[in-house]
């Protein structure tokens, strides 16, 4: 498999996901970088993950997918903040939920200072991710939205390193940044189908139109002067139940090869580069269970 441009398109890759699918993380990865042919990554830095006890922090994990990507020449966008991709959203630590708001928040920007110091220098980081989706309340357990918090947040990342732009997701199919922080680059998301539990279906989601992006996106730059790009475009299912509790009939239903093509033709067609996807560990999950078709569609929509 040739590389990839990481120009044009990369992949969101998370530990957590992994251990869903009960899949080696090593292994996932040096497949997504040798097999699959990705240089391009949003990787996760989960406050429960790398601190699950106050002031004691192990980032083994993480330092490896760094260490994994960089030796292969790949890129890095590395997520901050306590609400970053996968459920349950929000990875707040318990002893760090179980604080007073004030003290949570000092926490937080603790943790945020002590990621940016250890991997702030690296060749193959090039942005960070600032709260995935960060004022989306309807999503996730344990919400905590707050604009302020992510200001000072913002102001934070920006002290500690100028080097680097800093990604502010929008948390929605349609708005536009018009309150600070201003990010330095907006992140979209495009999804498509999902499973909607109230209604017992799968529908198309709503807002998620080429021309509306496009439109958004030109917005943004007549507004702020700041660049727009998909940071994560829907390639795995959004069914009833999570991914590895239902069978590939089901979960073909909202993300099958043939939609796969779709929302790769559709997301190219925004020219909002670069396209990061979102599904890799599903993908690798059934290649490895002996089912090639979802990575074959990928492979194919990437490199027509």
């Known amino acids: 498999m040739p590389v990839i441009d990481p120009k044009r398109f990369g992949v969101s890759f998370s530990l957590k996901q992994c251990n869903n699918f009960k899949l080696d993380q090593a292994g996932t990865l040096h497949w997504l970088i040798d097999d699959a042919g990705f240089r391009r990554f949003r990787l996760m830095s989960y406050w429960d993950e790398h601190e699950k006890t106050h002031g004691k922090y192990d980032f083994a994990a993480l330092d490896e997918q760094v260490d994994t990507i960089e030796r292969a020449g790949g890129v890095v966008s590395l997520s901050l903040g306590a609400r970053q991709p996968r459920w349950p959203e929000n990875h707040w630590p318990d002893w760090a939920w179980q604080l007073p708001k004030p003290e949570r928040n000092k926490a937080l920007f603790a943790y945020i200072e002590t990621v940016v ?63 600070p922080p201003i990010p330095d680059i907006v992140g979209f998301s495009f999804y498509h189908t999902y499973y909607n539990g109230r209604k017992g279906r799968y529908q198309k989601a709503g807002g998620h139109y080429v021309l509306l992006h496009r439109l958004r996106a030109a917005l943004i730059w007549l507004i702020w002067q700041r660049p727009s790009f998909i940071h994560e475009l829907q390639a795995e299912p959004w069914a009833p139940k999570a991914i590895w509790e239902v069978g590939s009939e089901e979960q073909d239903m909202s993300m099958g090869p043939a939609q796969i093509a779709r929302s790769i033709r559709l997301g190219r067609a925004t020219g909002l580069y670069p396209i990061d996807l979102w599904g890799a560990e599903w993908w690798y999950w059934r290649f490895k269970h002996g089912d090639p078709s979802i990575w074959e569609a990928v492979r194919q929509s990437l490199t027509q």
Do not use: H, M
């Open 117 to 179: 110091k250890r991997y702030s220098g690296r060749p193959c980081l090039i942005s960070y991710q600032l709260e995935n989706e960060a004022l989306l309340t309807s999503f996730g357990t344990r919400p905590d939205t707050d604009r302020r918090r992510l200001q000072r947040e913002f102001a934070l990342v920006k002290r500690l390193d100028l080097s680097q732009p800093v990604i502010i997701t929008t948390s929605t199919s349609w708005g536009i940044p018009l309150r």
